[in-house]
């Protein structure tokens, strides 16, 4: 791969949980036009910090400026790129697909297939939660649409580094 060929990169960055953190990042983004893919924050096993998992579509030296222009925000502790080797990745899926007496079988087989579960019944449909890679979920989409799918939102990426090192500040 070239050095300046755009790919898909995940960070991890460890942040202090104070009002604002997340406008600030998604800022450093947006001013310098960086083409974020998603942007999830939740809790972290440590009170009081929180982990990002931003995933941009950048090329080396932009993944570089990117780092270094997080680490210079007072509020983010640790940032780390995650390799997809090195990584556990995933995803989650929440799809209202069309399901009546007549398919819902199929449907149910289907969300079984791919170890999604069913959340909801209703009289013409049913609610399907999955979880997974990108890929895994796409494929479970692509048995779904023919029954038809009403509604669909999926949540951004969170990851992991595979292994017992952490990102815990100080280790």
Do not use: C, W
């Amino acid at each position: 791969m070239a050095e300046n060929e755009t790919t898909r990169h995940t960070l991890s960055v460890l942040v202090q949980d104070v009002d604002g953190i997340i406008s600030r990042v998604a800022q450093l983004f947006t001013r310098r036009g960086y083409s974020l893919i998603s942007l999830v924050s939740g809790r972290t096993e440590k009170s009081g910090i929180n982990r990002l998992t931003v995933v941009v579509d950048a090329d080396d030296v932009v993944i570089e400026q990117v780092t270094k222009q997080l680490n210079k925000l007072i509020e983010v502790l640790k940032v780390v790129r995650l390799e997809d080797a090195q990584a556990i990745a995933r995803q989650i899926m929440l799809v209202k697909v069309s399901a009546d007496a007549s398919n819902r079988p199929q449907v149910v087989d289907a969300a079984n297939i791919f170890r999604a579960r069913i959340v909801d019944v209703a009289k013409e449909s049913v609610v399907i939660e999955a979880t997974g890679t990108s890929g895994k979920l796409r494929a479970l989409l692509d048995v779904l649409e023919p029954f038809g799918v009403r509604e669909l939102v999926m949540g951004g990426r969170i990851a992991l580094a595979r292994g017992p090192k952490t990102m815990a500040p100080g280790k």
